[in-house]
């Protein structure tokens, strides 16, 4: 909801402001005289309409006055008073923004804001994961940091060196000047050393990031009331994981290609290619890999595609198949356009497949972000039984000057429309992004 649904008539030219205190979300609109405010409203009736409020629209209502951003500022730390669905938006940057400034479109809207991020600047970054509000970024020395694009929160996730089978080379004076990348450890191995493995290959500091990072996924830990971070990596598609403050990543039991996580019922679970779906509970003193399924039964159809493992209305799993062609338009490669979009039920105990035809009030968002199903009911914004897609993880370190496979797909006869005006051209890659005012205490970790 939005205070044009008040009917509040003054209020959309009261929300064009952005004074300084609040220059994340700049608009290029000129000010209104402060005479022409309305009278202040008691603090209820203002926590009553922000609580209605999807977040662009609420941190934009706290540049208004004092008074508002006080009441903003209540809210943002009593999360509990704030429980407002948001709507996605997609994340991407511009050229002509900055290299440090992102923008958010927002679906809800149909707007743009720009939002400044903290160094090093968003553009040198790729973008490997979003989930919760938080989007997971690695920097030019391949580092990850966790950013909530909202309130500029970064944290830094343990240090790349520390993942399994990865090795730093040093020069003289101590600084990291390449990386070796050894064979993933298998079953037997026992501990973290490199004996009886071989080393793969070398690469500097600011492209080890392109043959490392797949994907990550960031999911609450209801352990300790902060988060866990998923990290699918090379070689071969393993998993790792860390929750906010460890010093290491964890190596989870071997198991390789995978390409999807999910959080459900305090377990995580790990779907590959091949239909294998691993369970892990990461709250065990000793965590052990227990296989679901260890195959599904694919002979129902064509699954050539990007496949996605998404959380279904009813809280079952589907398995969705993206199906794309390729267009010759002279660039450096062919384009790729989302076409086709299949879906099936996945029924664990007949380790098999259900087809299903559309989502009927049910819109899906697909891309590097963690997939969700959402009802339209609930988003009434959103298109039912669409599918709203970004580029998939290959678009994260390839392609930087070609048009992006962003759009949204009808499930009832396959047609796809452009999201808003084609200027995705934008490096890095767009990602969706749910906004949160969520803000972690560090001090907790030291």
């Not at 694009?149 to 000047?177: K, W």
């Not at 959380?311 to 794309?324: A, F, I, T, W």
Request: aromatic letters at 10%; one cysteine or more.
């Amino acid at each position: 909801m939005s205070f044009g649904q008040f009917g509040l008539t003054a209020l959309p030219k009261l929300l064009s402001l952005s004074p300084d205190s609040l220059q994340k979300f700049r608009e290029d609109l000129p000010r209104i005289p402060t005479e022409t405010l309305l009278p202040e409203l008691p603090q209820d009736v203002l926590m009553d309409i922000f609580s209605l409020l999807e977040i662009p629209d609420l941190v934009r209502a706290a540049s208004v006055c004092s008074s508002w951003c006080s009441a903003y500022t209540f809210l943002r730390s009593h999360p509990e008073l704030y429980r407002r669905p948001q709507t996605p938006c997609l994340f991407y940057t511009s050229e002509s923004a900055g290299d440090s400034v992102a923008c958010l479109y927002s679906l809800a809207e149909k707007r743009v804001y720009s939002l400044t991020l903290p160094d090093p600047p968003i553009r040198s970054r790729h973008l490997v994961g979003s989930s919760h509000g938080w989007l997971v970024t690695a920097d030019d020395k391949s580092e990850l940091h966790l950013v909530n694009a909202i309130t500029a929160q970064q944290i830094a996730l343990p240090s790349v060196i520390t993942l399994d089978s990865v090795e730093p080379i040093f020069d003289i004076a101590g600084t990291i000047v390449n990386y070796e990348v050894w064979e993933a450890p298998d079953d037997s191995d026992s501990d973290t050393e490199m004996v009886g493995r071989e080393m793969l290959f070398h690469a500097p500091p600011d492209e080890l990031r392109n043959h490392i990072y797949k994907s990550a996924f960031v999911f609450p830990d209801p352990s300790t009331g902060s988060y866990i971070v998923v990290l699918i990596h090379g070689p071969g598609r393993q998993l790792s994981f860390a929750r906010v403050g460890d010093r290491n990543w964890t190596l989870l039991p071997p198991g390789w290609e995978y390409e999807q996580c999910i959080y459900m019922d305090d377990l995580l679970y790990a779907s590959t290619r091949s239909g294998r779906i691993d369970a892990f509970d990461l709250t065990s003193p000793t965590i052990t890999r227990n296989i679901i399924s260890d195959e599904i039964d694919y002979s129902i159809g064509d699954h050539w595609g990007h496949l996605y493992f998404v959380q279904g209305p009813c809280g079952g799993l589907l398995e969705v198949c993206r199906k794309s062609g390729l267009l010759d338009a002279g660039y450096e490669e062919p384009i790729q356009k989302t076409d086709k979009i299949l879906l099936h039920k996945i029924d664990i105990a007949a380790k098999g497949l259900v087809k299903i035809n559309g989502l009927h009030d049910h819109v899906l968002f697909l891309g590097r972000s963690q997939s969700q199903c959402l009802s339209a009911e609930e988003y009434p914004q959103l298109k039912a039984n669409s599918v709203y897609f970004t580029d998939g993880d290959e678009c994260n370190w390839k392609y930087k000057n070609i048009p992006r496979d962003i759009g949204i797909l009808n499930l009832e006869n396959d047609s796809t429309e452009e999201i808003a005006s084609p200027f995705w051209c934008s490096w890095p890659s767009p990602i969706w992004i749910t906004p949160s005012l969520t803000v972690m205490n560090l001090s907790l970790y030291k």
